[in-house]
């Protein structure tokens, strides 16, 4: 069955209940104490694993277009990197508002150099600020090749994002390896794209 727009936008709705219903369930969570001990900590590692989601979803996207022969799904791609770049907003200001405190903001500085992890994450979150805000259709016309040589860094927060997830947590377990690994298969699911990349070079 070929996808139909009126497919496409039922599909956007989902995806856009699939997003807010676990800012719902948080929000929940933290009225009726859910949370454990060090609510922070929990808050921090929810909206982060959730941007990890959305991230691996926008991945999923182009080559699962491209393998099911159905071109309209690229029209969600913008709808779930801009979720990412939400809930990766969220997970950073749930790092400086509940970690730092509100009046010790400006000791992010300090962090990021003392925290090599914390500079993953800040360069993930910059790089996705830079998607988002060039991601409307009449600036991909305006900047033409450039667009697509800007949104090529999503496949470079695929690499830095599960290293952060991995390096900031205090114990090995295999929740963020699990991301990880998902990210490396999706990042190998598009070889052919940078091989053609390379050859262009």
Request: aromatic share 12%.
């Amino acid at each position: 069955m070929r996808l139909t727009l009126q497919h496409i936008r039922i599909l956007k709705g989902l995806l856009h209940l699939l997003a807010v219903l676990p800012l719902a369930w948080l929000f929940f969570a933290v009225h009726y104490g859910w949370l454990s001990a060090d609510p922070a900590k929990d808050i921090q590692h929810f909206t982060g694993r959730m941007a990890l989601k959305c991230l691996l979803v926008t991945l999923l996207i182009s080559p699962l277009a491209k393998y099911l022969k159905q071109p309209l799904l690229i029209r969600v791609r913008r709808l779930t990197g801009l979720w990412c770049f939400a809930w990766a907003s969220l997970h950073l200001l749930s790092y400086i508002f509940l970690e730092l405190g509100i009046t010790q903001y400006r000791l992010l500085g300090e962090e990021i150099i003392h925290r090599p992890y914390l500079t993953l994450g800040i360069a993930c979150w910059i790089i996705l600020l830079a998607l988002a805000a060039t991601s409307t259709r009449k600036l991909q016309q305006w900047m033409g090749r450039r667009w697509q040589t800007l949104h090529n860094g999503v496949y470079l927060v695929a690499i830095l994002a599960p290293i952060h997830y991995i390096w900031s947590v205090k114990i090995l377990s295999p929740l963020p390896l699990l991301y990880a690994g998902a990210a490396i298969l999706l990042l190998i699911w598009r070889y052919k794209t940078f091989r053609q990349w390379f050859r262009r070079r």
